[in-house]
């Protein structure tokens, strides 16, 4: 069964801090990872797609990696902005269609 | 085409009520999920149509549960007998069918038993 693991769970950090988000699956066999972000009481929003054959997606001040052998991805965000507060969120797709989500990450940049 | 869509994003129900939740996809996706989120949660997923078939059902998906997808477009999620542990944001995700595609998520029906 995949499981989905994020740590932190939270996380604070002054305006301009380079930061990373980890998330953990049990089960390499996957056909994506995605993140999203999560504003309070929204909808999710797509930040970047890791196909299972690709190493590491970017997307302005983001970059995600994944690591399949090993069950990991970061999310790397350069240069936090107040306006990077929210809840992370990582979901992988399995083999079997289904999107297993992370409980997610919350950051908090602080100006 | 704007996006997914979700109505009504707010929901107020007394215990024992019935409601029903309408989510719209992107029009040229013919897979459409739902999903559960409670506080401090990732979402949970509850079941997916492919056009009007539903596919696949999560055992979170008691019998008060039902889903449709009529026609291949929208989609409706109705709970019979609300509980209050159903409380919960009601999120709707569209996508292409294959393995390498991205889902697209609505702004989700916040529900509130009391």
């Known amino acids: 069964k995949q499981e989905v693991t994020q740590i932190p769970a939270a996380l604070s950090v002054p305006e301009g801090e380079n930061l990373v988000l980890n998330c953990s699956f049990t089960?390499?066999?996957?056909?994506?990872l995605q993140w999203f972000r999560q504003d309070p009481g929204k909808g999710l929003t797509s930040l970047l797609l890791?196909?299972?054959?690709?190493r590491e997606q970017t997307s302005g001040r983001l970059n995600a990696s994944l690591d399949k052998s090993s069950g990991r991805s970061t999310l790397y965000i350069a240069a936090s902005q107040p306006g990077d507060s929210a809840t992370y969120l990582c979901?992988?797709?399995?083999?079997?269609?289904?999107?297993?989500f992370g409980p997610g990450t919350s950051l908090s940049v602080i100006p | 085409d704007t996006g997914v869509s979700q109505d009504p994003r707010h929901k107020i129900t007394k215990r024992g009520q019935n409601v029903t939740f309408r989510c719209d996809p992107i029009?040229?996706?013919?897979?459409l999920y739902w999903y559960r989120q409670t506080l401090g949660q990732g979402p949970e997923f509850l079941t997916y149509?492919?056009?009007?078939?539903?596919?696949?059902k999560s055992r979170l998906l008691s019998d008060r549960f039902s889903a449709e997808r009529p026609k291949g477009s929208f989609s409706t999620l109705e709970i019979q007998r609300t509980e209050q542990g159903d409380s919960a944001m009601y999120l709707c995700?569209?996508?292409?069918?294959?393995?390498?595609?991205?889902?697209?998520f609505g702004p989700g029906t916040r529900l509130t038993v009391t």
């Open positions: 890791i196909q299972s054959s690709q």
């Open positions: 089960d390499s066999a996957i056909y994506n």
């Open positions: 149509f492919q056009n009007e078939a539903q596919l696949e």
């Open positions: 995700a569209s996508t292409f069918s294959g393995g390498a595609v991205e889902q697209y």
């Open positions: 979901a992988v797709k399995t083999s079997y269609d289904k999107v297993i």
């Open positions: 029009s040229e996706h013919n897979r």
